[in-house]
């Protein structure tokens, strides 16, 4: 009896699909790559939604001409690399044009790889790892800034601004975080500010009270706090603030959310976080925020990457009028607007370069604080 | 019905401020809701009695098939097989290719876990370590010494093998769930230090530049010349992993009906009955942690030639409980179960890609109904011999 | 000095936590020797149910006036939500498999707990929830080292809770008859003993122990997500083998045992290998006494 009823339900996981896999014709098909499920699936799936408000913005302003819709095929990498490269291949399957992902760099490095083999553009919204545009892969692109810029602007506020003698880095252990903090160790002892120890902490943990225990017994004048995202930032935050740290706390473009603020709450305020320069009266933030805000509420740390990944893949497809990998890269080159997050203009190797500035908490909201350009207050 | 009360609880969404709504949380509790009130409309149709006629047809169609197997000879079974397989990246795209080149490494690493849980009998929670290690001596040696695949298989099948051995010789004293979760801390182990070992490993920015496996190409445009190719292409990998993969299982079936195998299952039964009868259990154990280490450090070699990137994020604990579960699943001690074991746990999560945000709530469902409906595996193991009760009976 | 006090009691407080999870792992265990891996999911389950109930209480504005009660309510109904669950999973994922092996079980068990923490997410969004802030920050300060009120609550309630499953098991009719059905189901059901009843109960006891973690780790860090119950499950999963599966006691002190390697590996060698010192020690102590600390089916502590 048992039997039957098994041999009923396989029999209807096999017909599902094909009854929902039916697509029309002339469709625009733009790849999103990203971990929707497990651990990372709030950035996951924050850079979806980004992609999908991008096409939202396109679609309203009368789509590309020569197609009737865009479609969106969001895929799952779950930050594997293994499940990352089905992901590409099932993306070369349905013949995207371009792909906007992926989030771990371990994922975008992998399906970066099988995607070049079809010469699919790729561009990615949060993958820092300077391997990612390093490989010569001619058609791989980075919205996001690179560590050792950002780490550069950290350095110098923390030297110029804050005057502090003593620094204490703290990092997740994940390529983004460590990779930043060790390049922020580097620009510090170039400039002579004493980093009395570089720790680390592991992904998943919640409990960070041994560490910020020795934190408060070295008492440095600055606490650098390099994290994957924003839940892990709000968590340290509460428990620093528990254990009364008087030092200031400087962290960076992945704590930007705001869940930081909204679970951290009062432990939040005064952090100061590096993030890119994003003008908000400008009109293309605020075609972006207002489209984004009424879908999904408010975006995510890597949703405006995701969005102006998927505005310059969309707008290089209008303007070379064909969705040949080659050309849609010469008008990719030729590009220089301004972006929802930042003035877009591709280096040669596929970086788009970074304009952080210093932001920081204030009452609840997040504020610019300090422009390393000038060296003083906004 | 205390099963619905339970399912209540997704019901509630939550604000900030305080509020609730439900409408988004309705959606996913809507289509569970669905999705249990078809499979309990089956189970009470079949309780009633009503789908008899459908069973009996599908019962007459069922011993149909059988008479049609058992009169065909196991060869023509293989024979088929074999050339389902090997003609299979002709007819399929790069994605087809790239997920049975996936099942095929998780065939070898299911297989190779068979020998440590369906033979030997030892539950072990910490298998993927064995495939990092293989993976990683692979990157390593190819990356900083140049050494070509196929030398570094057997000396990934080597490194593997000792990474076996170390984690073997503490836990032969224990048993049961005691070993599980030494396995798993071993394992755990094994991922942080992957993850911290800068100077070796490069931590979680992983290793990048692996060559893919090469091959000696006979090349007749001047004279006759070997040229050397890497197999960078899916269908040429395809065919490397199904050869690692055919080897593995010769390999298994025949010490399975070994002498080592007979030991390994009497160990399995009754440990100490088996020590009586002169069985050296303690290096038979050892054995099997050796065994089964070699076959993950191959195909963690292969993995890493064939994504050319390694990262400590592959070897989670997330994945031994994937393998485990391939064996479980397909039947513990038996080839063809564990083979079918593997198809359907990366099948499966390939298929509900469908559903995104819904695919892992998918797969973690399928697995227990699976288990619920088919408690011994798809293709439970046949005894080989036959215990006396049996013959009794 | 200070520092080292300090260290202590981070370490008490996180053991603590292991400890109530632990118990779950341990008393399941005992009665059906199944791991169940669906137990972490109980606990990230309390913890958003406490969410849910507590920015609940605080939107109407009851929170603010009377937080213990608040505080009590939300963790009492939390646990019997999560008790009425557990019994749900028992029934359907591991009642039909108790006659079949025990990996069959297991791998259910695997299942049910992708099954549940992707039923959170899909639920409850990919954010985390923050807990509302009605409960003081602050804390007793003795020199430089701070205690904070949540900290003392989370060990006075681990505690309390503590007692009262000792209590239960060892001195009721309830407690006999689960200590009777651990030994011997046939036995205990000849003698009467509806042991399937038994099994429900004893799941619902665990999970709610869990669910009452959840709120308090909730509370005590802030907010919760759907991916806290994995590790905290495997690092109990590892307590309770490390006291001597089965045994209430022993997981308590394995607990405890994890909870502390952690905080003083995390504070006198190195945050990042922290989790491989807590395993180091689990299998030391395995190599020396392969059935745990305290010893398996002592047979008055059996559960």
């Known amino acids: ?378 | 019905m205390v099963w619905l009360f339970g399912l209540l609880w997704p019901l509630l969404g939550i604000h900030a401020d305080g509020t609730l709504s439900f409408t988004k949380a309705f959606n996913v509790w809507f289509y569970i809701f669905a999705v249990t009130l078809v499979i309990v409309v089956v189970v009470v149709l079949q309780k009633q009695g009503i789908l008899d006629g459908f069973g009996r047809s599908l019962g007459a169609g069922k011993t149909g098939l059988t008479a049609v197997y058992a009169r065909t000879p196991q060869w023509a079974w293989i024979a088929a097989v074999a050339v389902l397989a090997l003609v299979f990246p002709i007819f399929t795209g790069r994605y087809e290719q790239d997920v049975a080149i996936n099942v095929l490494v998780y065939v070898c690493l299911g297989l190779g876990l068979n020998i440590v849980i369906g033979l030997a009998g030892m539950l072990d929670l910490g298998y993927i370590a064995f495939y990092g290690v293989g993976a990683y001596t692979y990157a390593l040696l190819s990356v900083n010494f140049q050494i070509p695949f196929w030398l570094s298989l057997p000396v990934a099948a080597f490194t593997a093998c000792i990474a076996g051995c170390i984690i073997g010789y503490p836990t032969l004293r224990m048993r049961g769930d005691y070993l599980a979760i030494v396995t798993l801390g071993f394992g755990e182990i094994v991922r942080i230090i992957l993850n911290n070992w800068m100077e070796l490993t490069n931590g979680p920015n992983g290793i990048l530049g692996i060559k893919a496996p090469g091959i000696f190409f006979p090349s007749f445009a001047e004279g006759f010349s070997l040229e050397h190719l890497y197999l960078k292409k899916l269908h040429y990998l395809y065919y490397v992993i199904l050869l690692l993969a055919v080897l593995t299982v010769i390999a298994v079936r025949r010490l399975n009906i070994s002498r080592i195998g007979r030991a390994w299952e009497a160990i399995r039964e009754d440990e100490t009955a088996a020590e009586l009868m002169g069985v050296n259990t303690y290096r038979l154990k050892l054995l099997a942690y050796a065994m089964g280490a070699i076959f993950a450090g191959l195909a963690g070699a292969f993995f890493a030639a064939r994504v050319r990137f390694v990262s400590p994020e592959s070897f989670t604990f997330l994945e031994s409980a994937t393998v485990l579960a391939m064996v479980v699943l397909g039947g513990m001690a038996s080839i063809p179960g564990v083979i079918l074991g593997a198809l359907a746990l990366i099948v499966l999560p390939e298929i509900f890609r469908e559903f995104e945000l819904y695919r892992m709530l998918c797969l973690g469902g399928a697995m227990v109904m699976m288990m619920v409906f088919k408690p011994s595996g798809f293709i439970a193991a046949k005894r080989l011999g036959r215990r006396s009760e049996e013959r009794e009976g | 000095m200070e520092f080292f006090l300090q260290q202590l009691i981070n370490g008490l407080t996180l053991g603590g936590i292991y400890a109530l999870i632990a118990l779950g792992y341990t008393m399941v265990y005992g009665i059906i020797q199944l791991i169940n891996f669906a137990h972490g999911e109980f606990f990230a389950a309390g913890g958003y149910m406490g969410v849910i109930l507590l920015s609940f209480l605080a939107g109407q504005g009851y929170l603010q006036t009377h937080p213990w009660l608040c505080l009590g309510g939300a963790m009492l109904l939390a646990m019997v939500f999560c008790a009425f669950l557990a019994m749900a999973v028992e029934k359907v994922a591991y009642m039909p498999l108790r006659k079949s092996t025990r990996l069959a079980a297991l791998v259910s068990a695997l299942g049910m707990s992708i099954f549940l923490s992707n039923g959170l997410m899909l639920t409850q969004g990919v954010y985390d929830k923050p807990y509302p802030a009605a409960f003081s920050q602050g804390g007793f300060e003795f020199g430089n080292i701070v205690v904070s009120y949540l900290q003392i609550m989370i060990v006075l309630i681990t505690i309390g809770l503590l007692i009262f499953l000792n209590i239960l098991v060892f001195k009721t009719r309830i407690g006999k008859a689960m200590r009777a059905t651990a030994q011997d189901k046939v036995m205990s059901a000849l003698v009467g003993i509806n042991s399937n009843k038994i099994i429900s109960l004893t799941f619902a006891i665990g999970a709610s122990l869990a669910a009452a973690a959840g709120i308090m780790v909730g509370l005590y860090y802030g907010s919760v997500n759907y991916t806290m119950g994995f590790v905290p499950g495997i690092k109990a999963f590892a307590a309770a083998v490390l006291g001597g599966i089965g045994n209430i006691t022993g997981a308590m002190l394995g607990g405890l045992i994890i909870g502390m390697v952690e905080i003083f590996g995390a504070g006198y060698i190195s945050g990042q290998y922290k989790d491989v010192f807590a395993f180091i020690i689990l299998i030391a102590v395995l190599y020396f006494r392969p059935t745990g600390i305290m010893g398996e089916n002592v047979d008055d502590t059996r559960v």
């Open chain 1, 1 to 378: 009896m048992k039997k039957k009823l098994f041999v009923l339900m396989i029999a209807t996981l096999l017909v599902v699909p094909f009854l929902a896999g039916a697509a029309t014709a002339k469709t625009l098909k733009v790849g999103t790559m990203s971990p929707l499920t497990g651990p990372y699936a709030a950035d996951g799936n924050d850079i979806a939604n980004g992609v999908r408000a991008a096409v939202a913005v396109v679609e309203a302003e009368g789509g590309i001409p020569g197609f009737d819709k865009i479609e969106v095929v969001p895929q799952d990498t779950a930050c594997d690399p293994r499940q990352a490269v089905a992901a590409a291949n099932k993306l070369i399957n349905e013949e995207v044009v371009g792909v906007v992902g992926a989030y771990c760099s371990s994922s975008t490095i992998p399906a970066s790889e099988a995607l070049a083999e079809e010469d699919i553009p790729m561009i990615t919204p949060a993958s820092t790892n300077e391997k990612v545009t390093e490989r010569g892969l001619p058609y791989m692109f980075r919205m996001c800034g690179r560590d050792d810029d950002q780490s550069k602007i950290a350095g110098a506020f923390i030297k110029d601004y804050l005057k502090a003698q003593t620094v204490y880095i703290v990092d997740d252990k994940t390529t983004y975080s460590q990779g930043l903090a060790e390049n922020v160790a580097k620009v510090l002892a170039a400039d002579g500010i004493k980093v009395v120890a570089h720790d680390h902490v592991n992904q998943g943990d919640k409990d960070f009270s041994a560490v910020l225990t020795k934190i408060k017994a070295a008492n440095p004048d600055v606490f650098y706090m390099s994290l994957q995202n924003s839940a892990t930032g709000s968590l340290m935050a509460i428990q620093a603030k528990r254990f009364g740290l008087k030092s200031k706390t400087v962290s960076q473009d992945a704590v930007y959310h705001p869940q930081f603020i909204e679970i951290a709450k009062d432990a939040a305020e005064g952090t100061f976080l590096t993030f890119g320069y994003t003008d908000k009266s400008k009109p293309a933030y605020k075609k972006y925020h207002d489209k984004y805000s009424g879908m999904f509420g408010e975006p995510g740390a890597y949703s405006g990457y995701a969005y102006d990944g998927a505005m310059v893949l969309l707008n290089a497809i209008k303007q070379a009028k064909s969705t040949d990998p080659a050309k849609i890269k010469a008008e990719i080159m030729k590009m220089d607007a301004a972006g929802a997050t930042k003035q877009i203009k591709f280096m040669d190797n596929g970086d788009s370069g970074s304009d952080y500035v210093i932001w920081t908490v204030d009452g609840g909201q997040f504020e610019t604080y300090w422009n390393p350009a000038t060296g003083k207050l906004f």
